[in-house]
């Protein structure tokens, strides 16, 4: 089997540049767990630069063409294909309860969503690296106060440092996508426990950016928030203005309101 076929409705775009697939692999620290977690590897550009490092190298995959390559391209890969759907795979009949780490070449149309479901599992998953579009993988790092701070960004900062490392051309790709992409890397905070009630949280943030443009007064008025509180000064700003701390603070005087 020569090569694979890039699937569009799978958002397939395979790299072609092997030494941004090494800069990739090389984002990882490595500390803290030993097993890894590739995502959507395709014909395993990034995979080989992560066998070749001190920890348990496994790949999910949806595509069989591609999962048929990694076996028989791969035989260190041997009993750590997964030809799942990450979306909905249950990690942990791999995983169990252990520590690892998230990293790969993101399919651009899933890609919000693989960051929402590594979330979930944010308890067994202390670094998280890989490449995104350019605008996602920006608006996860942003900071409060532009139009691309957002849900993402807010939700991934509270768990996570982000740091945005450098942008990729369309022209290492095959076939080449219509926009720039970009790499980031999440270390998740020594403490990442949330002083509030982390389901309101969620709520909180997620309501507010419905109606950016808004202030929290008139955005959050789904809520139900009693009238004194309603006149907190915080209120009178719009959820772009706040950063992750003062999301939790929102979130803690929305709690001693009685929400």
Do not use: W
């Not at 697939?21 to 992560?50: H, S």
């Not at 048929?68 to 995983?95: A, G, V």
């Not at 709520?203 to 007064?217: C, E, H, M, N, S």
């Not at 009693?226 to 915080?234: A, N, V």
Request: hydrophobic share 35%.
């Amino acid at each position: 089997m020569e090569k694979v076929t890039a699937k569009k409705h799978l958002g397939q775009h395979f790299l072609k540049d092997e030494s941004i697939a090494k800069d990739i692999a090389d984002t990882l620290n490595l500390e803290g767990y030993d097993d890894v977690l590739e995502i959507g590897p395709g014909m395993g550009v990034l995979t080989k630069y992560l066998l070749d490092k001190p920890v348990n190298t496994y790949v999910i995959e949806i595509d069989t063409e591609s999962v048929t390559y990694l076996d028989q391209n791969y035989p260190k890969l041997k009993d750590r294909i997964i030809s799942k759907d990450f979306l909905k795979y249950n990690i942990n009949e791999i995983f169990e309860g252990k520590q690892f780490a998230i990293i790969g070449n993101f399919p651009y149309n899933i890609s919000t969503q693989i960051v929402f479901r590594a979330l979930e599992y944010r308890d067994q998953i202390p670094e998280f690296a890989g490449m995104f579009q350019k605008e996602v993988a920006q608006r996860i790092c942003e900071k409060k106060g532009t139009k691309a701070y957002g849900i993402l960004s807010v939700l991934v900062q509270a768990f996570y440092d982000a740091e945005y490392l450098f942008t990729v051309d369309e022209n290492v790709f095959i076939p080449p996508p219509k926009v720039k992409s970009g790499v980031l890397r999440l270390r998740r905070k020594k403490d990442y426990s949330l002083p509030c009630g982390e389901k309101l949280f969620f709520t909180v943030v997620k309501t507010a950016f419905q109606q950016r443009r808004k202030t929290l007064r008139n955005s959050l008025k789904t809520l139900n928030l009693s009238d004194s509180l309603r006149e907190d000064e915080i209120f009178n700003l719009r959820p772009e203005q706040l950063n992750v701390e003062q999301f939790i603070a929102l979130t803690q005087k929305i709690e001693a309101d009685g929400v």
